[in-house]
């Protein structure tokens, strides 16, 4: 496994982990930025509050991003790196169009609602825990993380699927499709690094779910 300690890791090493976190970072900004951008411009235009939600969300994450906490280790394989940024920048190529919704536009407005809070009391339980690439920050197994070890992908997919409900186009179903497959793969990098530690083992025991009640 290609982990290395923060703390002990070589100069040369640490100074690369440091310059990829800098420039994921400078990424985020830069696509939500884009992401931003098109959401304001449809909202001026519609006043479709999913566009308002969706950018509160996608928000939330460059915020979280910017105010991490240094990990206890980091993964270093560039497969890890390529999955999490890929999962958590794909919805940012999401477009907002200016067209009917699949129903009653409330309806939208309702799941990114639920996944949008559902998302900010997974934030707030992780804090300056939260991450992008798979790392080690500490264990989290109070609020949300005591119904489910991944709460966070899960209110997210509520959230893209609101998303989807107001704007039904064949480009968001493929970036959502994508987006999906991608966080899949990403909470099995995850896991495959914090099962190293014996107290994510005994969490893992105990809460036998990652992402659906009873299903998986």
Not at 53 to 69: D, H, K, P, T, Y
Not at 102 to 115: D, M, R, T, V
Not at 132 to 146: D, F, H, S
Not at 163 to 189: E, K
Request: net charge positive; proline share 5%; charged share 15%.
């Amino acid at each position: 496994m290609t982990y290395v300690q923060a703390a002990t890791a070589p100069s040369l090493r640490r100074i690369a982990s440091l310059g990829l976190d800098l420039i994921e970072r400078l990424i985020l900004i830069a696509l939500f930025y884009g992401l931003a951008t098109r959401l304001v411009a449809n909202y001026v235009a519609t006043h479709n509050i999913a566009d308002l939600l969706a950018l509160a969300s996608e928000g939330m994450v460059v915020v979280l991003a910017l105010i991490r906490r240094t990990p206890q280790a980091i993964s270093f394989r560039i497969d890890d790196w390529a999955i999490a940024f890929g999962g958590a920048c794909a919805t940012l190529f999401l477009r907002p169009v200016t067209m009917a919704p699949l129903g009653p536009k409330e309806i939208g407005w309702l799941l990114q609602a639920i996944g949008f809070v559902g998302a900010l009391w997974c934030k707030a339980a992780l804090f300056r825990n939260f991450g992008v690439a798979p790392a080690i920050r500490g264990v989290e197994v109070r609020g949300p993380y005591a119904l489910l070890r991944h709460p966070m992908y899960a209110s997210y997919a509520i959230a893209q699927l609101g998303f989807l409900y107001a704007f039904p186009t064949l480009w968001n179903v493929a970036i959502i499709a994508v987006w999906a497959g991608l966080q899949l793969l990403r909470i099995n990098a995850e896991e495959r690094m914090l099962k190293t530690e014996p107290r994510y083992l005994a969490y893992a025991a105990k809460v036998r779910r990652r992402l659906i009640p009873w299903v998986y």
